[in-house]
């Protein structure tokens, strides 16, 4: 087998049989494929696709370069959840006690932010002494014992998908949807889930900007997981703005516990449940979308969720009291109110720009090697379609940092006005299922 005959096959828009997949993705793991032949090779993909049992050998090939973690140590049914990314993502800190609470086993690699999109680890080390530094046995005993255990993700699983990743990323090929769905579902297969809910998110803050493009990349990694024998759904949700209120890792703590306790804003609630019903439905514990709804509901208004939330924390370490005294997470120094330059209506909010702004007042890291300031943050007074006036706050900056004006100048451009009331956008926009 030659790696030209294969480039070619795929320039021409040929099928590529599971062997040869094989064959480009072990040869560029163990370097016996140059990075010029795999940029052509990956560029032809770009340009031709590939067919949904294509990106499943691709996807298969991915998991197999490196580690697999075994789950089968734990009881019930695992349900792994992923989202493609936004601001304010703070999703996965609702849902995991959540579902964990009704009895849905979660055992969730996560990852930590780079750029404007914050990562779940992060969040969760913004409480005082939480360890993601589990071992094996300490992250299986916790999820028999308390339903829930959130780690860092290991750098073992899916080398191959690291390395195509880097090349992707400096040869034009990232936007191309078998590749990113190869990519995201090589590593949730690879965490060992029996079943996966993607969240995948749509609009301007989003990776896919168009309806159209988060329904082909949902179907797809739908696709490859019923190839692949993981039940697998899709629900497709909105980014046009930051999810909540909160960006920034103590606040959007601060957030999750409110929406635990039934409050909240209006899309966090909506997404979170509609998310919950999916893996709570696949965990076996409910057999319908009313019945699930209830149950999590229940859940809820009984405390019994945010008490798991609570049981989660302290079980890696973390100060519990944090979450039963809020004003003991992390405080800034320094509160700005943005003031509104006009009355009207809020038509959008840009969702990677007000990330930015939190970024630069050291919510977020520019590089691997940057440390977070758990306090900084954007909290946002004004979200989509609300009625302001002129000179009414629309949102705090928290910083520690001695100077705000380019946050501030990001944050006030992230606001656009109209002077009619915009249409509601829906918070989910479609479930896609096998």
């Known amino acids: 087998m030659r790696m ?37 090779f990956l560029m032809a993909v770009y340009f031709k696709g590939m067919t949904k049992e294509e990106v499943s050998y691709l996807t298969d090939a991915m998991v197999n370069s490196g580690e697999t973690v075994d789950l089968s140590g734990i009881k019930g049914i695992k349900v792994d959840k992923h989202s493609t990314g936004g601001v304010g993502d703070k999703i ?57 255990s959130i780690i860092g993700q290991s750098g073992d699983l899916v080398p191959a998908d690291k390395k195509i990743y880097a090349l992707r990323d400096v040869t ?26 993607l969240d995948v998110k749509t609009g301007a803050g989003a990776f896919m900007k168009t309806l159209d493009r ?28 930051p999810l909540g209120y909160e960006v920034g890792n103590a606040n959007e703590i601060k957030e999750v516990i409110e929406v635990l306790k039934g409050k909240g804003s209006e899309d966090l609630i909506e997404i979170s449940m509609a998310i919950a019903v999916q893996m709570s439905i696949l965990g076996g514990i409910y057999q319908t979308q009313e019945e699930a709804r209830a149950g999590l509901n229940e859940a809820i208004e009984s405390g019994k969720a945010l008490e798991k939330f609570k049981e989660f924390v302290s079980s890696q370490n ?22 509104s330059k006009q009355s009207g209506y809020v038509k ?30 954007v909290s946002l007074k004004k979200k989509a379609g609300d009625e302001v006036a002129e000179g009414e706050v629309i949102a705090i900056l928290h910083f520690n940092k001695d100077d705000h004006q380019q946050a501030m100048d990001t944050l ?14 829906p918070f989910v926009y479609e479930i896609i299922s096998k």
Request: net charge negative; aromatic share 4%.
């Open 4 to 40: 030209v005959d294969l480039i070619q096959k795929k320039r021409d828009g040929k099928l590529l049989a599971k062997e040869e997949i094989e064959y480009v993705v072990n040869g560029y793991k163990n370097d016996t494929i140059p990075d010029y032949q795999m940029s052509s």
């Open 92 to 148: 996965s800190l609702i849902v995991a006690p959540l579902v964990a609470s009704v009895g849905v086993p979660v055992a969730k690699m996560s990852g930590r932010g780079l750029g404007h999109t914050g990562g779940t680890i992060d969040k969760l080390e913004a409480v005082e002494g939480f360890s993601v530094e589990l071992s094996g046995k300490q992250f299986i005993d916790n999820v028999n014992k308390h339903g829930i």
């Open 172 to 197: 034009a090929t990232v936007d191309s949807i078998p590749l990113i769905a190869s990519s995201i579902m090589s590593k949730k297969i690879a965490m060992g889930a029996d079943a996966i809910v």
């Open 214 to 241: 988060a329904k082909d990349l949902a179907s797809t990694m739908v696709e490859i997981g019923s190839h692949l024998n993981r039940n697998t759904i899709a629900v497709i949700t909105d980014m046009n703005q």
């Open 318 to 339: 973390g100060n519990a009291d944090q979450i039963d005294s809020i004003d003991l997470l992390p405080q800034a120094q320094h509160h700005v109110e943005v003031k």
């Open 348 to 377: 959008d909010i840009d969702a990677e720009a007000i990330g930015v702004a939190a970024l630069l007042l050291g919510a977020g890291r520019q590089t691997k090697e940057d440390k977070i300031d758990y306090a900084a943050g």
């Open 412 to 425: 006030y451009d992230a606001f656009s006005y109209s002077n009619e009331k915009p249409e509601k956008r």
